[in-house]
C-alpha cells in the first residue's frame, strides 16, 4: 500500500531523541489554550448540543454564544484567580461580533493566537488563493490588537494541502493543528519549516463532552491522569501538555466548579518541574535554541 502524499514530518520514536530543558529546568510545559469563536446564525458549521431540526438553528447557536457573553468571563476570572497563563486562539471575527471579548485577552496578557475568521467554515476546502486570503484578513486583524500573530490554529482542524506553506510564508512560526507527538517537532515546508506545537484532541472538551458525552467530572479527572502519566516520564524527556477549552462548554456554570478544583490542586502542588506557560513561549524556547525533531 502506498500513500498518497507524505506527511511533513520524519517518524523518530520518543524514546530516541536528543534530551533538553524547558527554561529554568523545568520538564513538563502546560499551556491552556482558550478557543474564542463565532458561527454564522442560519447556516454554517458548528458543534451540537442536540441536532439541529431546522435553521436557523436557534438552540445550537444560543449555547455557542453563551461561551462569548458569559462563559468566557467566568474563565477569565478563574484564570485570574489562579494566575494561570494562557494562549488565546481567536476568531478574527470575534474583534467585529464581541466588542471587548478580544481586548479582555489582551489586557490579561495572554498570548493572541489566530484561528481564522469564524469557526463557521473550515478552511481545508478552500482554493489555495482564498486560503491566503484569508490568512491574509485574519492576521491583519488579529494584528490590530497590537501584536502580531505567530501561531495559528485552523478552525476545525482543517487544513489544505498548501495551509503549512502559506502560513510560513505569511510569516507564521508555529502551528497547532497537528497533535500527533508530545514535543514540539518541525513541518517542512516549500519555503523553510514550521513547527508544530502539541494541541491535545484528547484534553480537549470538545471531544471530551460533545463527541463522547462525558462531563466536566471526567474531562478533570482526565486532565489530572494525564498530568500525572507526563511527570511520570518528564525526567526521561521533556515533554508538552496543550489543554483546549471552549468557553461555551467548560464556561457553564455547571462545568466551572470542577475544572477549578483540579487546577487548584495542580497549583498547590507547585511541582517544580511544572512550567506553566504558553504555545507561543514554547515555540519560542525551541526555535531560539534549535530544538524539536
Known amino acids: 500500500m502506498t500513500v498518497s502524499t507524505l506527511p511533513r ?54 449555547w455557542r454564544d453563551y461561551g462569548n457573553r458569559v462563559g468566557a468571563w467566568r474563565l477569565f476570572d478563574l484564570f485570574d484567580r ?19 471579548l ?7 496578557g495572554y498570548e493572541i493566537a ?35 500573530p505567530t501561531g495559528w490554529l485552523g478552525p476545525w ?9 502559506l502560513l510560513h510564508r505569511s510569516g507564521y512560526r508555529y502551528l497547532l493543528d497537528w497533535a500527533h507527538d ?14 508544530s506545537v502539541p494541541y491535545s484532541q484528547e484534553i480537549n472538551d470538545i471531544p471530551a463532552i460533545v463527541a463522547r458525552n462525558g462531563e466536566a467530572a471526567q474531562f478533570a479527572a482526565m486532565i489530572e491522569d494525564a498530568v500525572e502519566q507526563l511527570l511520570s516520564e518528564c525526567d526521561r524527556r521533556p515533554l508538552v501538555l496543550g489543554i483546549a477549552l ?28 511544572i512550567w506553566w506557560t504558553t504555545a507561543g513561549a514554547i515555540a519560542d524556547h525551541v526555535i531560539e535554541h534549535d530544538l524539536g525533531v
Not at 478580544?102 to 490579561?108: I, L, P, Q, S, T
Not at 488579529?142 to 501584536?147: C, E, P, Q, R, Y
Not at 462545568?255 to 518541574?273: I, K
Open 9 to 62: 514530518y520524519n517518524y523518530r520514536a520518543i524514546t530516541d531523541r536528543p534530551d533538553y530543558d524547558w527554561p529554568g529546568g523545568k520538564r513538563l510545559a502546560i499551556w491552556f489554550g482558550i478557543n474564542y469563536e463565532v458561527f454564522d446564525f442560519g447556516g454554517g458549521m458548528g458543534a451540537e448540543l442536540a441536532p439541529a431540526k431546522n435553521q436557523p438553528d436557534v438552540m445550537n447557536y444560543a
Open 82 to 100: 489562579l494566575q494561570l497563563p494562557a494562549t488565546a486562539l481567536i476568531n478574527a471575527d470575534v474583534i467585529r461580533t464581541c466588542p471587548g
Open 102 to 108: 478580544a481586548e479582555a485577552c489582551v489586557a490579561r
Open 114 to 148: 489566530a484561528h481564522g475568521e469564524s469557526n463557521a467554515a473550515a478552511q481545508g476546502q478552500l482554493s489555495r488563493d482564498e486560503e491566503a486570503a484569508l490568512i491574509a484578513c485574519t492576521t491583519d486583524a488579529l494584528a490590530a490588537l497590537g501584536m502580531r
Open 157 to 165: 482542524i482543517s487544513e489544505s494541502h498548501d495551509t503549512p506553506d
Open 182 to 195: 508530545d514535543q514540539p517537532t518541525w513541518l517542512s515546508t516549500d519555503n523553510g519549516r514550521i513547527l
Open 246 to 273: 471552549h468557553p461555551y462548554l467548560m464556561g457553564q456554570a455547571h462545568r466551572v466548579p470542577p475544572l477549578a478544583r483540579v487546577l487548584e490542586r495542580l497549583r498547590e502542588a507547585d511541582d517544580q518541574r
